[in-house]
């Protein structure tokens, strides 16, 4: 009889991030924010704007789910003049568990190349592998159509 054993990941001791705001994450072209109708919802909420407004601009449907539509320079649009978001207390699932994704924390190395663009990455509060791996399960692949108003 053989024990399998496990190889532990390479961030097993642990990682430091704390996020500075910065909005970094949050510019650029090249991504989705996946989010739920719920989570849509306290957003418009946050706005003070009608959930049939807000998702008619700010909501789009694809193949796998709602996402938020991009600005012009695909940033995203909930960003104020200053690149810092509007609604930070209710930001989507996704935006609360970064960096903790599956694909950022595949290797040391796509870890670091990160970081070098994350000034939070690396710095501050070091979370435990358990913590990380709770964050990871919290992290959406998809989301609900935009409802019928």
């Known amino acids: 009889m053989s024990c399998a054993r496990t190889k532990a990941p390479w961030y097993d001791g ?13 510019r650029g072209p090249g991504g989705y ?15 003070e704007q009608e959930f049939a407004a807000f998702a008619s601009r700010t909501l789009r449907n694809t193949l796998v789910g709602l996402a938020l539509i991009d600005d ?23 935006c609360r568990t970064w960096p903790w994704w599956k694909e950022n924390l595949a290797s040391r190395r796509r870890w670091e190349d990160l970081a070098s663009r994350c000034p939070g990455m690396n ?11 709770k964050a990871m399960a919290g992290k959406p ?5 935009i409802p019928d108003s």
Do not use: M, T
């Open 123 to 133: 710095r501050g509060v070091v979370h435990s592998i358990s913590a990380i791996e």
């Open 72 to 94: 012009a320079r695909g940033n995203c649009p909930l960003l104020d003049s200053n690149g810092r978001c509007r609604v930070y207390p209710v930001r989507p699932r996704q």
């Open 14 to 26: 642990g990682l430091s991030f704390s996020c500075l705001g910065c909005g970094d994450c949050c």
């Open 141 to 145: 692949s998809g989301a609900v159509p």
């Open 33 to 47: 924010v996946w989010l739920s109708e719920d989570e849509a919802k306290a957003i418009a909420r946050a706005l």
